[in-house]
């Protein structure tokens, strides 16, 4: 079966404009294509791939430029073979800040973009009651975001995210903000999840080990003017547990990328986890 492209960035080039009026050139000549995979037998299992780079050099605006939240000052982003012209329900996105509607509950939350849709209601009543067991919010269906930790806070966003079934899943440093013990549960829990899913998942993050973790293939971005400096592809099989983290390998791999990120020039900050 011949692959899919879902994502494509051609020559992409962003440049801001400071408050004093000079120009700040984020990203330049980004080129990056992610095809769908396939298994032997012919199903679809996506694709997870991984921007790393320091803070500042441009992560998050090639997530919004997929996202068509911005758009690129030069060069072409496209989906699925289509210009990018604005957000679509064919791609979702979570953010590092939980973006949760406070006065909705978690049901309420997950159910949103399904009444957006327009989806009949005994559909979505089992498409939430699905991911609310998946996420691993049973028990929570009628508490707000605001009584809810950090960890419970990105489950409830990345159902939402995964409700109206988007082909492409953005992720902008999502746990982020998390301690230790619940960033490695939830990496565990993405995982699980988007092996039952097959989206393209695209993740942004400045932690090398969580990045090999994750990755499929691993994009390394240099320092501003973001670009693509090196695609490092990740060998081992799925499904993963926390106990790759402890092969040889893994932290081979690992010292190559943060050795990688160490000869780009720039300022900007990694985080390595102890």
């Given at each position: 079966?011949?692959?899919?492209?879902?994502?494509?960035?051609?020559?992409?080039?962003?440049?801001?404009?400071?408050?004093?009026?000079e120009?700040?050139?984020?990203?330049?000549?980004?080129?990056l294509?992610?095809?769908?995979?396939?298994?032997a037998?012919?199903?679809?299992?996506?694709e997870?791939r991984?921007?790393l780079?320091?803070?500042?050099?441009?992560?998050?605006?090639?997530?919004?430029?997929?996202?068509?939240?911005?758009?690129?000052?030069?060069?072409?982003?496209l989906?699925n073979?289509?210009?990018?012209?604005?957000?679509?329900?064919?791609?979702?996105?979570?953010?590092?800040?939980?973006t949760?509607?406070?006065?909705?509950?978690?049901?309420?939350?997950i159910?949103?973009?399904?009444?957006?849709?327009?989806?009949?209601?005994?559909?979505?009543?089992?498409?939430?009651?699905?991911?609310?067991?998946a996420?691993?919010?049973?028990?929570?269906?009628n508490?707000?975001?605001?009584?809810?930790?950090?960890?419970?806070?990105?489950?409830?966003?990345?159902?939402?995210?995964?409700?109206?079934?988007?082909?492409?899943?953005?992720?902008?440093e999502?746990?982020?903000?998390?301690?230790?013990?619940?960033?490695n549960d939830?990496q565990?829990?993405?995982?699980?999840?988007?092996?039952?899913?097959?989206?393209?998942?695209?993740?942004?993050?400045?932690?090398?080990?969580?990045?090999?973790?994750?990755?499929?293939?691993?994009?390394?971005?240099?320092?501003?003017?973001?670009a693509?400096?090196?695609?490092?592809?990740?060998?081992?099989?799925?499904?993963?547990?926390?106990?790759?983290?402890?092969?040889?390998?893994?932290?081979?791999?690992e010292?190559?990328?943060?050795?990688?990120?160490?000869?780009?020039?720039?300022?900007g900050q990694?985080?390595?986890?102890?």
């Amino acid at each position: 079966m011949d692959h899919k492209t879902k994502i494509t960035l051609r020559n992409v080039g962003r440049i801001f404009t400071g408050a004093n009026g000079e120009k700040i050139e984020a990203l330049r000549d980004v080129n990056l294509e992610i095809e769908d995979e396939f298994s032997a037998d012919g199903r679809d299992v996506g694709e997870f791939r991984v921007l790393l780079g320091p803070s500042g050099c441009g992560k998050s605006t090639i997530l919004r430029l997929i996202a068509g939240l911005d758009f690129p000052t030069s060069g072409e982003v496209l989906v699925n073979g289509v210009r990018v012209t604005g957000p679509g329900s064919d791609r979702g996105m979570v953010f590092q800040k939980y973006t949760s509607f406070a006065w909705l509950t978690v049901t309420g939350n997950i159910e949103y973009p399904l009444r957006i849709k327009g989806t009949p209601a005994a559909e979505r009543r089992e498409i939430v009651s699905r991911l609310i067991q998946a996420v691993g919010l049973a028990g929570f269906e009628n508490a707000y975001p605001h009584t809810l930790s950090g960890g419970m806070q990105q489950r409830l966003a990345i159902a939402r995210s995964l409700a109206v079934r988007p082909q492409v899943l953005l992720m902008d440093e999502p746990f982020g903000a998390l301690d230790a013990q619940t960033r490695n549960d939830m990496q565990t829990l993405l995982l699980r999840i988007w092996d039952e899913t097959a989206a393209t998942v695209l993740f942004v993050t400045h932690d090398v080990a969580e990045a090999v973790y994750l990755a499929d293939h691993l994009y390394i971005v240099g320092p501003r003017p973001g670009a693509i400096i090196e695609d490092i592809p990740v060998p081992f099989p799925r499904p993963r547990d926390q106990g790759v983290k402890e092969l040889k390998e893994f932290q081979e791999l690992e010292a190559h990328a943060l050795a990688r990120l160490r000869r780009a020039a720039g300022s900007g900050q990694v985080r390595v986890t102890i």
